[in-house]
């Protein structure tokens, strides 16, 4: 059904607004969940243990679906053991004009360069803790990225108000220094920026919220093996919780789109199956650089059931998805599930 109207619909209207328009019936689905949660919940041999927090299923939503937290109990409903919303920055932002989002509907792929559109740190954090604080939920992540409007040499004043807001409420809180729609964010990825970001980002945590928070850093999949292998080494060295990996790619090698059609759509990342089998060679080198208890998330081109038990097999503690599910409609997290329940 859902694939019909895709193709028929969904297909012809600009990627942007078609995404809107599933996002605000995701929205609406807490008011079913009564008859939805028997046909959607994970099975019980499905909870993962990780981060000190019991997961429903090890199949969870990636940051960019949900950047309002608005959608967090609807995407909850639909099946998804967690939900990792942003990007959240300090500031309030438009993101980049529109259009910003696009298919390339042979490779089941997007483009985008939405360039961290959300309502801001100070709206967000409320909607997190009234959502944290209801029995029934996913598991609630938290992404954090730079504001645009703030310099690259100012970036760490600017998450730390990010994490002195967000971080009371977060169930786990996603450093992002990897997106390529920000000029000059994946320049904090070199070790001489990033250390001392994530010390800040770690202490300003522990120091708004007893205990702190579980802290992961999102890396790009554009990284050499060397580069991970060093921001795992400091990952380790901070005693913080894990690595997603990953973000989308700027590469275009493989694409079966027509170039024009990529042309047009231009700048931005690229995510789904083209950025599978790169984000898949990251995890194994994380996963041998990484002590047995730290956090992977693998995220990057996971479409069905055998791509999320590759994933686990690898070495990842969780995985999420995005892109598929775009193509794959509301059902996608369930069938998932399932299968993965069935063996």
Known sequence: MYRVLFRLVLA??????????????????PLLGVVLRPLTRPAPDLAVRALGLEFASPFGVAAGFDKEARAIRGLGVLGFGHVEIGTVTARPQPGNPRPRLFRLVPDRALINRMGFNNDGAEEVAPRVARERARGVRPIIGVNIGKSRVV???????DYRASTRLLAPHADYLVVNVSSPNTPGLRGLQELDKLAPLLVAVRDEAAAVREGGVPI????????????????????????????????????????????????????????????????????????????????????????????????????????????????????????????????
Do not use: M
């Open 151 to 157: 310099e690259v040499d100012d970036a760490i004043d």
């Open 216 to 343: 992961l850093v999102k890396i790009a999949p554009d990284l050499d093996d060397e580069q991970a292998v060093a921001i795992a080494r400091l990952v380790e060295r901070l005693a913080l919780a894990g690595v997603v990996a990953t973000n989308t790619t700027l590469s275009r090698e493989g694409l079966r789109t027509d170039p024009a059609i990529v042309d047009r759509a231009g700048a931005g990342g690229l995510s789904g199956p083209p950025v599978a089998a790169r984000s898949l060679e990251l995890l194994r080198v994380l996963r041998a650089e990484l002590p047995v208890g730290a956090c992977i998330i693998s995220v990057g081109g996971v479409e069905t059931a055998a791509d999320v038990r590759a994933r686990l097999d690898a070495g990842a503690t969780l995985v999420q998805g995005y892109t598929a599910f775009l193509y794959e409609g509301p059902f996608w997290a369930r069938s998932i599930n399932r299968a993965l329940a069935a063996g």
């Open 12 to 29: 012809h209207l600009d990627a942007e607004t078609a995404h809107r328009l599933g996002y605000l019936v995701i929205r609406l689905l």
